[in-house]
């Protein structure tokens, strides 16, 4: 098993590629439109999207990653290109990076960022 790695950037959403643009816009709109803690968004391998926010329900907690991952499986999707998370923690949980290896295996870059979608850091899976 390979260990995540973490690497920081400070870079705006401007200086993303598009398709990376893309998944923090909706991450952004999702946490913001539920008020969750954080939100997330995934693009599989197919091009295809999924952006969700942690659930926080007595009876039922899910990160903002694990929401996404558990759509894009429950999508039939093959795998992960990339992942963003935004929210007041400046690392993605080791949980988060678990659930992403598990799926879509190692060096799957998970993009983390603050609530205004400003990227900064990178960890991979």
């Known amino acids: 098993m390979t260990e995540p790695t973490t690497e920081p950037t400070g870079q705006s959403s401007a200086e993303l590629s598009a398709e990376d643009r893309k998944l923090v816009t909706l991450a952004r709109a999702t946490r913001a439109r539920?008020?969750?803690a954080e939100g997330a968004a995934v693009r599989d391998s197919d091009g295809r999207t999924y952006a969700g926010a942690t659930v926080a329900l007595?009876?039922?907690q899910v990160s903002?990653?694990?929401v996404?991952?558990?759509m894009a499986v429950a999508s039939g999707s093959r795998g992960l290109e990339a992942v963003?998370?935004?929210g007041d923690s400046d690392a993605a949980a080791e949980a988060d990076?678990?659930?992403v290896r598990d799926f879509a295996?190692?060096?799957v870059p998970v993009l983390v960022g603050d609530p205004r979608g400003t990227i900064g850091?990178?960890?991979?899976?």
């Open 68 to 70: 996404c991952v558990a």
């Open 97 to 99: 990076l678990a659930a």
């Open 84 to 86: 963003v998370v935004l």
């Open 105 to 107: 295996g190692s060096d």
């Open 34 to 36: 539920t008020g969750a």
């Open 58 to 60: 007595p009876s039922l």
């Open 64 to 66: 903002a990653i694990g």
């Open 121 to 125: 850091s990178i960890a991979r899976s």
